[in-house]
Each structure stands twice: as C-alpha cells, then as structure tokens.
C-alpha cells in the first residue's frame, strides 16, 4: 500500500517498533544519538518519527510539516501505541504478523513440508501455517503467544 506510513522510532520509545512490526508496518528503531542522523534517515526514506524528545519536534523540518513527527506523550508502550492509533488513524490498515519483530523485514510464508526440520516436533505436529524471516531466518506461527498478541491487538483496536 503506497500510503502505508513507515516509521522510525526513537531508541527513547523502542518498544513502539515491536508493537509497529506485530501490526504489520516497516517501524526501523534509531538507536543512536545524533539528532540529525534521525532526522536525515525519515527524511531520506519518508519516515514518520516516533519520539519522547521535544526537542526533535522543534527542528525545521518537522515544524515546516516537511517530516512527520509524533510526540509521545506516555512512558507506557499500551498507551504509546494508542496514541500512534489514534494520530495516524492506523485503525484499518492493520496487516499483523507480516513482518519479523527481530529485523522489520516483511515475513515469507512457508509451507509445512518445508519446516519439518526447523521448528520444534510439538509445533509442526499442531501448526500448519508457518511463517519465516528471510533475513535472520526466524520463524512464525499461530501459537499460544499469538492468540495472546492478537487479543491484545484486537483491544487496542476497540479502546
């Protein structure tokens, strides 16, 4: 989707990028300290920035509207992630569980046969939609940890 927003998060709310991945969009995390490299990096790759600093919200190109920029107002990833939701209306366009929470890069879906030897005997004996990053090689599926992720999505939506 061409308006599917991209963010980069600052290190000072980097449980956001998490939250952003499991919801499906690209969330690069910025853990550097160099104000400017954050900056330079939105604009360069149409970035919305996601910070706790009020400083960055001051720099010219975020007050000209050049950058997007969210100033989070919580220290608490529930209520950081609502706020997001709400600012941004992230509400329908919600793809989870497509992209890996370890490296942002979009999952592959991989078929059963293929993860026999890869995943845990008791997993492929239950599961039979897998997923896998093609980057660190990690892989996905619909256990227990995501129902939980999905509940906790689905309230997200709702509240």
Not at 54 to 75: E, H, P
Not at 106 to 128: I, M, N, S, W
Request: with cysteine; proline share 4%; charged share 30%.
């Amino acid at each position: 989707m061409a308006d599917t927003p991209k963010f980069i998060v600052d290190c000072n709310v980097g449980k956001l990028a998490r939250w952003l991945r499991l919801m499906g969009y690209d969330a690069c995390f910025f853990d550097g300290e160099d104000d400017s490299e954050l900056v330079a990096i939105a604009k360069t790759e149409g970035r919305v920035i996601l910070s706790r600093d009020a400083r960055i919200m001051k720099r010219r190109l975020i007050t000209s509207g050049r950058i997007k920029a969210v100033l989070i107002d919580s220290d608490q990833p529930e209520r950081q992630i609502r706020q997001v939701i709400d600012t941004l209306g992230l509400d329908s366009r919600f793809k989870p569980f497509t992209v890996c929470l370890e490296c942002n890069q979009p999952l592959v879906e991989r078929a059963k046969d293929e993860v026999k030897e890869l995943v845990p005997p008791y997993v492929f004996k239950t599961q039979d939609y897998f997923m896998q990053c093609p980057n660190c090689k990690r892989f996905y599926w619909r256990g227990t940890h995501w129902q939980a992720m999905t509940k906790r999505l689905e309230s997200l939506r709702g509240s």
